[in-house]
């Protein structure tokens, strides 16, 4: 620690005296041996003004942002970010961090004028854009791109996306000034950066043109202007692409992703789904068609190694948009025609392509490729392959048993008339990636019964001795499927080095990899959605001599906490973190929510949550409360309201972040949410409520009141006293004062009433809410007195409790009521039991145990002297 400090001021004089070699020398050197997070974020911040200095902006960004990520507030790393980002020409980022700064020094003129200056700059941006195309320059576009030049190519495309951006007019003459087919001919080129730009580009003129770019663009927004010609030549040459041998396997991947996002509906309560129907008249079996590719094959299209997955997800969103049976039956009469016509006893070429087809089919819309499967003679085909001499054809057989292995029915056949095979392919074969592609075969038949312990398909033992296999091999999806196996997961958990080792893997950018992790994880931490089984059904199925399924013995209740602790221990939150961070291409959210699952599985021991919390675990949930499928939402939601009811949110959440965590606990409010989430996700508002009025400010614009005014009214006692503790924790904020305020509304009434509950954590809550109302508030004091007429009673008791905290809180009360500047008020609490109540408490002996309750009733009693409601009498201190 003392080498970083000594480290650090040398790289100061350095600085100063000029020499930011040395100085930024000094600070890699001072980073690498501080252990202290505030001294380390110091050393960023001074190595980032060195790298603005020697005009590196990147590098300067980068470590400023790595400073602000230990201290959101930090000014000077905020506004040295700032910097840079203006200099690497990301104004509106540039924007938001002085911003930031300017709210935290509102009179600093340094931010002021910067704000000012960036803010013109970036509407000069977008009037630099119309001046662009006013003068003539897009036809010079289109010569920079004609270059076959990379670098001109990719300024001309990012030019036309900012010229396109919210602008319908200037869109739709950009289409016919350039063309569709010249847009789709530089997004064919073999160069990843142009087809990921021009992919913008088609997405900027589509969200144009769509209006789903929702930012006001000037005069043509007043212009009625008609689209769908351009869009469905676009959607027509979009799809001519994807089956294209002219088109890149960077262009396809990014024209097939185009369709994925604008194809389906957006939102299934619009009814117009006929751009899916126009895709699957002119496009599905050119998409068929790239899920078929054998890449090992002569004379196929160039494709990534994301392609044929990309190609599945788009059948997937698809079929998914289908609104009826029609629909449906005429997407799998397509497929079905289009297997059929690949299939050829005498070309076993085609062949193998109509089953990596189907392969695909069970990758995307699996009742489609089930379907298929189903087909006579096509489970005999894959069987078949497996025992061809070609190594193509044994690969694709596999691939496809693995996908058809998700039916028990398809996996019992497999089982029957494939086991042997697989196992000598495993056994014989020299070729690594069919090995292991084999392996995995095996993994799944052998899990094929999931987590039924009376549905094991191979022999005791078998699936262990498997799954040393796979880790031997490092096949990770067979270890997903193997993990429905007790006995396997228990094992596997164990053994620190392999649990390393899969760690480890988290960090691949392959999506299978990530998700066969995420599986692995959910299968060890059993958080897996599971069916309710009746006890009824139960009886009945014995009965009536049909199977019912058996939990094995390790996945109870201890066996499964065990397991959790070894994750744990093994640095588990690490990987989920790395995992989290993924890029969304490579993320998807059926992985996002088993990420959430797994979280949430190991969130459920309190006792467990701080190591969460120090593994950085809290601000990994966030990103998976806010997107994804809406149960893995929910998921990570409710593992946020876990965390955030009993730790400190600073530390839990830390920076800026805090605000982030309000809108999914306020998600978890709603109706259709279970009464745990409820529960929890009170708790945690009222931990967040009792920590800042800016939180409280932030759960109050997330419109939580309602909600939590709602469960006031619960029969659950639990439910209750949570949304009132919350209360309790908002009424400081003016917003909330103000609602209990207004006329016509039984707010304030509950309050009153909920302090005569018999319950004492309630009225702790409830006579704290209207201590702090009535004391920020004098028009409550008296507006209470007109909300019901059970009030003096109410505060009497409250005056009389044994409990110490409810005492103090009623005579608080009493006293805010005295202090309300309403005479009539003050002189009806004196004339009332409330006196001899005060003065029997006042005339107590001091004692430690009740000083807060005396001293109340004291204060009181001079109150009322004052007034002259009262005459002094001797006693009192």
Known sequence: MGDSIQLKDEGNQHFQSGDTDKAIECYSKAIKACKDKKVLAVIYRNRSACYIKQENFSNAASDASKAIDVDAADIKALYRRCQALEKLGKLDLAFKDVQRCATIEPKNKTFLETLRRLRADIQSKDAGAERIFENNGVPLLINMMETGKPEMILAAVRTLSGMCTGHKARAMAIIHMVGVDKMCSIMAVDNEEIALATCNLFQCINDSLTAADKREYGKAEALVLDSSKD?????????????????SGHGRDQALNLLSNNVPRKNIKHSDNSKSLFTIDHGLKKILKVCGQVPE????????????????????????????????????DIC???????????????????INTISGLLQGPFDVGNALVGRQGIMEMMVALCGSEREVDQMVAIEALIHAASKMSRASFIITNGVSLLKDIYKKTTNEKIKIRSLVGLCKLGSAGGDDYGLRQFAEGSTEKLAKQCRKKWAIEGLAYLTNDADVKDDFVEDEVALKAMFELAKSTDKTIIYSVACTLVNCTNCYEKKDVLPELVQLAKFSKQHVPEQHPKDKKDFIEKRVKRLLKAGIISALAVMVKADSTILTNHTKE??????????????????IVAQGGGKALIPLALEGTEAGKTKASHAIAKIAAISNPEIAFPGERVYEVVRPLVSLLQTDKDGLQN??????????????????????KEKALPEIENYMFEDHDQIRQAAVECMCNLVSCKEVQDRYLEDGNDKLKLIVLLCGEDDEDLQIAAAGALAMLTSSEKKLCHKMTLVTTQWLEILQRLCLQTNPSIQHRGIVIVYNMLNSDNAELAKKLMECELLEILSVIGKAEDNPKKQDVIDAARTCLVKAMDLGLIKPFTGLS
């Open 679 to 700: 529960f929890e996700a009170l708790r945690g508002l009222t931990n967040l409520a009792g920590f800042s009025n800016k939180l409280r400010v932030k759960i109050v």
């Open 594 to 611: 088993m990420l959430a699952r797994v979280f949430l599985a190991l969130s459920l021991d309190p006792k467990d949550r701080g190591t």
């Open 231 to 247: 869009l469905k030549t676009i959607l027509l040459a979009l799809v001519e692409m994807v089956a294209s041998k002219k088109v």
């Open 297 to 332: 094959l002569p004379d196929q299209l160039p494709m990534t190694e994301n392609t044929q997955l990309i190609a599945s997800v788009v059948l997937t969103k698809i079929y998914d948009d289908l609104t009826c049976d029609p629909e449906r039956n005429n997407f799998r």
């Open 336 to 354: 079905d025609e289009y297997v059929k016509s690949k299939i050829d006893p005498n070309d076993m070429d085609r062949t193998i392509h109509a």
